[in-house]
């Protein structure tokens, strides 16, 4: 099951990607000093990003755990 740990791996480290993104959006917004309202509905439009990535690493270390038992 080398091939489970691996792809969890994989799955996992593309949402740590995920996640470096969204900090870099979130940076930049932050950035710009935007008045209130804006930097929010900027900031609603990483959200989405930001769970996908997180959902995505989480999914991953899973099928690590999985891929460890199974071994």
């Given at each position: 099951?080398?091939?489970?740990?691996?792809?969890?791996?994989?799955?996992?480290?593309?949402?740590?990607?995920?996640?470096?993104?969204?900090?870099?959006?979130?940076a930049r917004i932050r950035a710009e000093n935007l008045e209130d309202q804006a930097m929010r509905e900027r900031l609603n439009k990483v959200i989405p990003v930001n769970l996908g990535a997180l959902l995505c690493a989480a999914f991953g270390l899973m099928v690590v755990i999985i891929g460890l038992v199974l071994s």
């Amino acid at each position: 099951m080398k091939w489970l740990v691996w792809t969890g791996t994989g799955i996992t480290l593309l949402g740590c990607a995920g996640l470096i993104l969204s900090v870099i959006l979130i940076a930049r917004i932050r950035a710009e000093n935007l008045e209130d309202q804006a930097m929010r509905e900027r900031l609603n439009k990483v959200i989405p990003v930001n769970l996908g990535a997180l959902l995505c690493a989480a999914f991953g270390l899973m099928v690590v755990i999985i891929g460890l038992v199974l071994s």
